[in-house]
């Protein structure tokens, strides 16, 4: 059995278990309340258990975690010996691996556009259900002919052409009307300003490299660069959807385990849940409901608990509330809100001592071995044995060069696909909605045969689908640095069950 993570100490240690970790959790307060210590605390908990953690970094702070801590810092000093800890507290570093969307502190993180799929694209472009609509037959127009959607360019390419060929595509696919092409090509255009041509393209990120495990055994901590993906909230948090989404697809059922395969921590939690359309949250609450069986545990930390839908927060067992401030009525309905989240306590006043707690201190109530949520108690967070605060981006630097995977992403590969089909070495006329002549259509659809051949054959070396799952094209090409992968490129987990709802 693996020992349980000490999280805080009142008159004794309260702890988290690992085998109820993934039946996930909350860590809430206001700014410079003890989250991120918090954070930082459970992360390595997790790591020296040899469970590899995923986390975003929205301040630059937490790349302390690469670093061990030490005495220097007089107030983890001064709480380790008020809690009583110098003998046995230990200060050590976890292995740790940067990822950066744009590549600059970090691995650089990206997918591609069939993998995002058509619903987390709408949601990212916020296109209106018309806009959604089109975007759905440019997908499937793509997939018919065998066409690879990888990046911002091929699904522009894709547009134009579904735009020329529109009334050819109505009998069998519905309306695409120019209005709605135009929308989608200027929300593009956005996504691009932002940073999105950088998201989407090839070498797609392989999610077993989050599932590493670093020296003595400990879990990798991947560390996403967080703080300029800020600036675009609508890509951050639909690259965390995609990403929960897709390690649902990915993980096998594991059931109840020892431990968590995998932890992830979602921070700015709100970003997630603002202005959500309804199918969808639905979806994110049964993924979240689900995924536990595939020994993943994900973690919402915000500032406020009405941050998250009632029918998510109900799904999450472990919970620690740092201090909330009651300066005015919405303000006064979070900390009520708050104290009726938790096992009540009879020795203690939960609503009152919320806005009383110091730094560092918070209520905490965990899952027992039965499963039953702790009655809620105050303590002081333990403090974290490695670095408090960021790294130097010369150490930062080191780390990256020294992964496993430094080199497997840093270029980008820009094969034929879609654009180049469309718009390069087969001419647009070459196309068979156009009535070009019998040569040039004879090739173009044998590029059709030989991407589906290309399909098919990755699918049938995979396995059989999972239930609902649209297999599209061959996922990307063998990487280097020995970490090859031959897929397929998959309709996300929130398209399959979408359109089971629909």
């Given at each position: 059995m693996a020992e349980p993570i000490l999280i805080g100490k009142s008159t004794h240690e309260i702890q988290l278990l690992p085998k109820m970790a993934n039946r996930h959790g909350l860590v809430a307060g206001a700014t410079g309340t003890g989250k991120t210590v918090t954070l930082q605390r459970m992360a390595e908990g997790f790591?020296?258990?040899?469970?590899?953690?995923?986390?975003?970094?929205?301040?630059?702070?937490?790349s302390g975690l690469s670093r061990i801590g030490s005495d220097a810092n007089a107030k983890v000093?001064?709480?380790?010996?008020?809690?009583?800890?110098?003998?046995?507290?230990?200060?050590?570093?976890c292995p740790v691996a940067f990822w950066d969307v744009f590549g600059e502190q970090g691995h650089p993180v990206r997918t591609t556009i069939s993998e995002m799929g058509p619903l987390l694209l709408s949601r990212l472009l916020e296109l209106n259900d018309t806009q959604a609509g089109v975007l759905q037959i440019a997908f499937k127009v793509a997939d018919d002919n065998g066409l690879l959607l990888l990046d911002l360019k091929d699904l522009r390419a894709m547009l134009q052409h579904i735009s020329s060929i529109a009334k050819e595509l109505t009998a069998?696919?519905?309306?695409?009307?120019?209005?709605?092409?135009?929308?989608?090509?200027?929300?593009?255009?956005?996504?691009?300003?932002?940073?999105?041509?950088?998201?989407?393209?090839?070498?797609?990120?392989?999610?077993?490299?989050?599932?590493?495990v670093g020296p003595k055994g400990r879990g990798v901590i991947n560390i996403l660069?967080?703080?300029?993906l800020l600036q675009s909230p609508q890509l951050y948090s639909?690259?965390?959807?995609?990403?929960?989404?897709?390690?649902?697809?990915?993980?096998p059922e594991v059931g109840d385990v020892e431990k968590p395969k995998i932890v992830f921590f979602f921070d700015e939690a709100h970003l997630l849940f603002n202005d959500t359309p309804k199918?969808?949250?639905?979806?994110?609450?049964?993924?979240?409901?689900?995924?536990?069986?595939?020994?993943?545990?994900?973690y919402f930390v915000t500032q406020n608990p009405l941050d998250v839908p009632d029918t998510v927060l109900a799904q999450l067992g472990?919970?620690?509330?740092?201090?909330?401030?009651?300066?005015?009525?919405?303000?006064?309905?979070a900390v009520a809100a708050a104290a009726q989240t938790f096992?009540?306590?009879?020795?203690?006043?939960?609503?009152?001592?919320?806005?009383?707690?110091?730094?560092?201190?918070?209520?905490?109530?965990?899952?027992d071995e039965k499963g039953t949520p702790t009655v809620v108690e105050r303590a002081f967070v333990v403090p974290p044995g490695t670095l408090i605060g960021p790294i130097t981006p010369e150490q930062r630097k080191a780390v990256i060069e020294s992964s496993t995977v430094f080199g497997v992403y840093e270029k980008m590969i820009d094969r034929e696909s879609a654009y180049e089909i469309l718009k390069g070495k087969a001419a647009p006329d070459s196309l068979p909605a156009t009535g070009d002549t019998a040569a040039k259509r004879a090739e173009f659809e044998r590029k059709q045969a030989e991407a589906k051949a290309a399909a098919e054959a990755a699918a049938a070396a995979k396995g059989p689908k999972r239930d609902g799952v649209v297999v599209s094209v061959a996922k990307s090409m063998a990487r280097s640095v020995g970490t090859a992968v031959v897929g397929i490129i998959k309709r996300g987990i929130m398209d399959t069950l979408f359109k089971k709802s629909r």
């Open positions: 790591s020296r258990l040899g469970v590899p953690v995923f986390l975003a970094d929205v301040k630059g702070d937490l000093a001064a709480r380790i010996e008020q809690l009583g800890l110098k003998v046995s507290f230990e200060y050590s570093p069998e696919y519905g309306n695409v009307s120019a209005a709605s092409v135009g929308a989608i090509q200027r929300g593009l255009l956005r996504l691009e300003e932002q940073g999105g041509d950088k998201f989407f393209g090839e070498p797609a990120l392989n999610l077993e490299d989050f599932l590493q660069a967080a703080d300029r639909t690259f965390l959807l995609w990403m929960l989404s897709e390690l649902f697809e990915s993980l199918p969808l949250l639905e979806k994110i609450e049964q993924v979240v409901r689900l995924i536990r069986s595939k020994g993943v545990g994900v472990n919970r620690v509330q740092h201090a909330l401030r009651a300066f005015t009525p919405r303000d006064q309905k096992r009540q306590n009879p020795k203690l006043d939960v609503e009152e001592a919320i806005t009383q707690l110091g730094v560092g201190e918070a209520l905490v109530s965990f899952l």
